[in-house]
């Protein structure tokens, strides 16, 4: 297959126009760094957890707005392998909810385990992107994006371990920290390959 007729399978089944196609388009890439940001700020402790709370409630409630809005345009190719992710995300991010709910002395209390879903939540969110990027990357016939794509997933995954390792706020720090760059950039590389394609 010529790399044309390959690239020609990334782009999806239908395109939207309008100002919504910009923030979809390009959302992510702002949101993705935003929320490493705030959790890693939480871990610091220079964000609350009501903060880290109403970030989970509006990004679960964005999730499902964006799959809702995207869901023709993500029928096929890459965009299916991310709707799939950002469908197995959305109850991940509901469990952070739920687990935030259940610490805070709700009636859930008693019968939700908060550390337990919000462990769901935080290391769900490292590490379902990445079989996403690994296979976007192996669809990206350019060589930079492509190679991008496999070291976003790489530093998802390697993130995810460092904070699992780590024994400080630091250490989980620097594990959120890698896989905020590596996701980033992946974001970006997946954006740049989107609009070349369409």
């Known amino acids: 297959m010529s790399p044309a007729a390959k690239a020609r399978r990334v782009s999806h089944a239908h395109r939207a126009s309008g100002p919504g196609l ?41 999730l499902v707005a964006f799959v809702a809005a995207s869901w023709r345009d993500m029928a096929t190719g890459v965009l299916r392998a991310w709707k799939l992710a950002i469908l197995a995300g959305t109850p991940v991010t509901l469990a952070g909810v739920a687990g935030f709910l259940a610490r805070d002395g709700t009636a859930l209390a008693a019968a939700l385990p908060a550390d337990a879903l919000l462990a769901v939540a935080f290391y769900g969110w490292m590490l379902l992107p990445a079989p996403a990027f690994v296979y976007t990357g192996l ?31 630091t250490g989980t720090v620097a594990g959120i920290a890698l896989v905020g760059a590596g996701q980033t950039a992946g974001i970006l590389a997946a954006t740049a390959l989107y609009s070349l394609e369409v």
């Not at 959302?27 to 709370?53: D, E, R, T």
């Not at 016939?141 to 993130?159: D, E, K, L, M």
Request: positive net charge.
């Open 22 to 62: 910009t923030l979809r388009e390009n959302g992510p890439a702002l949101l993705v760094p935003a929320a490493w940001a705030v959790a890693a700020g939480a871990v610091l402790g220079v964000v609350s957890s009501h903060a880290l709370f109403v970030a989970h409630v509006v990004m679960s409630a964005l």
């Open 139 to 169: 669809r990206d016939p350019a060589v930079p994006r492509s190679v991008v794509h496999h070291v976003a997933a790489a530093c998802s995954v390697t993130g995810a371990v460092v904070a699992a390792l780590a024994g400080s706020p």
